[in-house]
């Protein structure tokens, strides 16, 4: 098991930018990818952004490709996503997620069933 802790949420003017980090610990050398998702309220949990751990493969909802950018620090064990450009409708409470299963590299891996581990979330506000 990996255990998760997201950081770096808050309150923020449309357009303007966050990035967002995710460390993990634990059990990290299993780790095959990392996601990240976000969840309004009464809305479901939502794929945003994945990273390979070993190869950097990237993959990106379209929603926010261009604006948003995953990227992993290994050695610190710790996932970041970088978002510019933010909007209202990107406010959401973010989660970092890590795959532990065999995974091709290929593919969206952009359903939450896809990762085993989840962080508590950091709440992101956009305000227009």
């Known amino acids: 098991q990996v255990q998760l802790v997201e950081s770096g949420g808050g309150l923020v003017q449309a357009g303007g930018s966050l990035r967002l980090s995710c460390a993990a610990s634990?059990?990290?050398?299993?780790?095959?990818?990392m996601g990240w998702f976000r969840q309004s309220p009464g809305k479901e949990r939502q794929f945003v952004a994945r990273i390979g751990w070993s190869g950097g493969t990237t993959y990106y909802a379209d929603s926010v490709k261009g604006r948003f950018t995953i990227s992993a620090d290994n050695a610190k064990n710790t996932v970041y996503l970088r978002m510019n450009s933010l909007k209202p409708e990107d406010t959401a409470v973010y989660y970092c997620?890590?795959?532990?299963?065999?995974?091709?590299?290929?593919?969206?891996?952009?359903?939450?069933?896809?990762?085993?581990?989840w962080g508590q979330g950091t709440q992101v506000t956009v305000s227009s």
């Open positions: 997620a890590a795959r532990h299963n065999w995974w091709s590299g290929f593919g969206s891996l952009a359903g939450t069933r896809e990762y085993d581990d």
């Open positions: 634990g059990r990290t050398f299993s780790t095959t990818a």
